[in-house]
T-cell receptor, first 114, second 109 residues
Framework: KAGVTQTPRYLIKTRGQQVTLSCSPISGHRSVSWYQQTPGQGLQFLFE???????NKGNFPGRFSGRQFSNSRSEMNVSTLELGDSALYLCASSPLQGGTDTQYFGPGTRLTVL | AQRVTQPEKLLSVFKGAPVELKCNYS??????LFWYVQYSRQRLQLLLRHISRESIKGFTADLNKGETSFHLKKPFAQEEDSAMYYCALRIQGAQKLVFGQGTRLTINP
């Protein structure tokens, strides 16, 4: 099976803009989680979607949002970008079937905010 | 609040020497612990999880609830073990992982 894919891989934006990142999970996986990785804060959980519903949310401001489509693909959106939003954004998918809940990570989208 | 602590940011050992990467956690619920590894220019991948109690690539980790620790060990380090290692705690009933800050392991020839 193909792994988790994320597009785009690199993105440069300026402060105040908004951005949308995309994640395609492994075929058959229904859960998608998003994480932000920065040198200072490390890996931090953003949110998780399952069957098009947000089930869990991390401690991030409302500028960070996401959604999941019926084919399990997910997008996350960041509005009114700030310099501190520069980070690697990781998506992880999980089947959540048959007792298997291992999260498989994508390569990430590197966002730079200028 | 839940927290995962990896006290060593950097760890350097010689090939053939034993390796121990430390991980301590703080969590009021029933813990489920993982070790993830990220090799150079590769994505984050699961190394092992405590409930499987298996050895992967010679690595083992035992959950010690009394000491709230989940240290990763390998008796004889190999150069290909050089990587970034993250300890993670899964929040009960959720697909939310709380990660430690990571330990960069370097195996010297």
């Amino acid at each position: 099976k193909a792994g988790v894919t994320q597009t785009p891989r690199y993105l440069i934006k300026t402060r105040g803009q908004q951005v949308t990142l995309s994640c395609s999970p492994i075929s058959g996986h229904r859960s998608v989680s998003w994480y932000q990785q920065t040198p200072g804060q490390g890996l931090q959980f953003l949110f998780e979607y399952f069957s098009e519903t947000q089930r869990n949310k991390g401690n991030f401001p409302g500028r960070f949002s996401g959604r999941q489509f019926s084919n399990s693909r997910s997008e996350m959106n960041v509005s009114t970008l700030e310099l501190g939003d520069s980070a690697l954004y990781l998506c992880a998918s999980s089947p959540l079937q048959g007792g298997t809940d291992t999260q498989y990570f994508g390569p990430g989208t590197r966002l730079t905010v200028l | 609040a839940q927290r995962v602590t990896q006290p060593e940011k950097l760890l350097s050992v010689f090939k053939g020497a034993p390796v121990e990467l430390k991980c301590n956690y703080s969590y009021s619920g029933s813990p489920e612990l993982f070790w993830y590894v990220q090799y150079s220019r590769q994505r984050l991948q699961l190394l092992l999880r405590h409930i499987s109690r298996e050895s992967i690539k010679g690595f083992t980790a035992d959950l010690n609830k009394g000491e709230t620790s989940f240290h990763l060990k390998k008796p004889f380090a190999q150069e290909e073990d050089s990587a970034m290692y993250y300890c993670a705690l899964r929040i009960q009933g959720a697909q939310k992982l709380v990660f430690g800050q990571g330990t960069r392991l370097t195996i010297n020839p």
